[in-house]
């Protein structure tokens, strides 16, 4: 049995499938990855044995500094679906299922339809799906659909998804003898998406019209040890405040600010550099700066986690029973996480764009109390680890 796995963004969307693929081994099957060309995702594959299809250019070209103007995201995008449709046959051949995370994937549905094998789409928050309960997430280079009303809103996102993907998705589909697709947005989600998220932190809101099966989140024991200059700093003192933002470019002040917030409170303070390359340490022996390592095993032992909002990271977090304080840019699925955090009240929320050093002092506040803790211990305990076990033991069902 041999499955082709594919999506396109940052290591947030890449490591979920990773941890399927994981899974999907353990079975015997046979496991192909369509992702962006990156370095560290060639070798984080190669490392487990997972054979790595490249697809579209490496996506630290997408978030630099300077961030791409709804011109070049437009193109960016055609260029990704005209990819996969040179790219995803080629990577199917054999297989017995396509499975992609991620609106981005745009045209494996019709990969699969030609191949004749079954596919399932997977998001990795709530969020993504349409439902009443709540608005679409923002998308990179489109404004933001206006007004409360969030069916209006969702018609809004399918008409721009519509207006973005359609002739192109359909000039391809006409090559392969396919017929054309009218609302893009529900042939790629299908009317039975998979949701790779904790029902305890991210549930779904039961909706009309779609089945979501919702699996948990898709993740992997990392047993990788901490780097030992970092042990020594955790062994020095209390535990300190995390700082990091992944493969996000916060605003030059938020991180600076969250430094001193912790300091304010007597608190260490543990910055991850991340894609921004974030470095505040400035000799001071109570502030250290750290590259890629093990969240699993250190989210434990630190004070709070300030942080982005991304799936994985809060999810992490959350199963570690830490209070966070999250501070997202409007892209994706951030400010819905936020809004989870903030809604458990296992920590506290900010709005990226208008955020201040007082909005972010109180928050770190209201992270660090007693009462927050003994929340975020409590959710620690309703947390799953055996989401993509359980999606695995389904698609080889769903295969079979």
């Not at 015997?28 to 370095?39: F, H, I, N, T």
């Not at 209390?238 to 990091?244: D, F, L, S």
């Not at 605003?251 to 991340?274: E, N, Q, T, Y």
């Amino acid at each position: 049995m041999r499955v082709l796995l594919s999506t396109y963004g940052t290591r947030g969307d890449v490591e979920p499938l990773v941890a399927l693929a994981v899974q999907l081994r353990a079975h015997g099957v046979e496991v192909r990855l369509c992702a962006p060309p990156d370095e560290e995702f060639a070798e984080r594959l190669a490392g487990l044995g997972v054979h790595l299809v490249p697809i579209g250019p490496p996506v630290r070209e997408l978030m630099r500094a300077t961030p791409p103007s709804a011109a070049e995201l437009a193109r960016y995008r055609t260029e990704l679906v005209d990819a996969q449709f040179g790219i995803l046959p080629a990577a199917a051949e054999g297989c017995d299922a396509l499975v992609v995370a991620g609106l981005a994937q745009v045209g494996a549905r019709s990969v699969a339809e030609a191949a004749g094998i079954p596919y399932v789409y997977v998001t990795y928050a709530a969020v993504n799906l349409p439902s009443p309960h709540h608005a679409p997430p923002p998308r990179p280079g489109w404004p933001e659909p206006a007004g409360d009303d969030n069916p209006a809103r969702w018609d809004e996102d399918a008409r721009r998804v519509n207006e973005q993907f359609r002739e192109p998705l359909n000039g391809h589909r006409a090559a392969l003898g396919l017929p054309p697709v009218d609302d893009v947005r529900a042939h790629v989600y299908t009317g039975r998406p998979w949701l790779a998220a904790d029902p305890a932190l991210g549930p779904w809101p039961e909706t009309p019209g779609i089945d979501v099966v919702q699996t948990g989140a898709w993740s992997q024991a990392d047993e990788r040890p901490l780097p030992a200059g970092l042990e020594t700093f955790l062994d020095a003192g209390a535990p300190p405040v995390y700082v990091g933002f992944g493969s996000i470019r916060p605003s030059p002040d938020i991180a600076a600010w969250a430094v001193a917030a912790a300091r304010a409170r007597g608190r260490r303070v543990l910055v991850a550099r991340g894609w921004a390359d974030l470095d505040l340490a400035d000799g001071r022996d109570d502030c250290f700066a750290v590259g890629e390592v093990n969240q699993q095993r250190l989210f434990g032992l630190v004070a709070a986690v300030v942080h982005h909002g991304g799936a994985g990271t809060t999810a992490t977090a959350a199963r570690a029973g830490v209070p966070q304080v999250v501070v997202p840019v409007q892209l994706a699925d951030n400010p819905y996480w936020a809004g989870r955090v903030a809604e458990l009240e296992v920590g506290a929320a900010l709005d990226g764009r208008t955020a201040t050093r007082a909005s972010l002092d109180a928050a770190l506040e209201t992270a660090l109390a007693p009462e927050t803790r003994a929340r975020a211990t409590a959710l620690s305990t309703r947390m799953r680890a055996d989401g993509a076990k359980v999606a695995a033991s389904l698609l080889i069902d769903t295969i079979r």
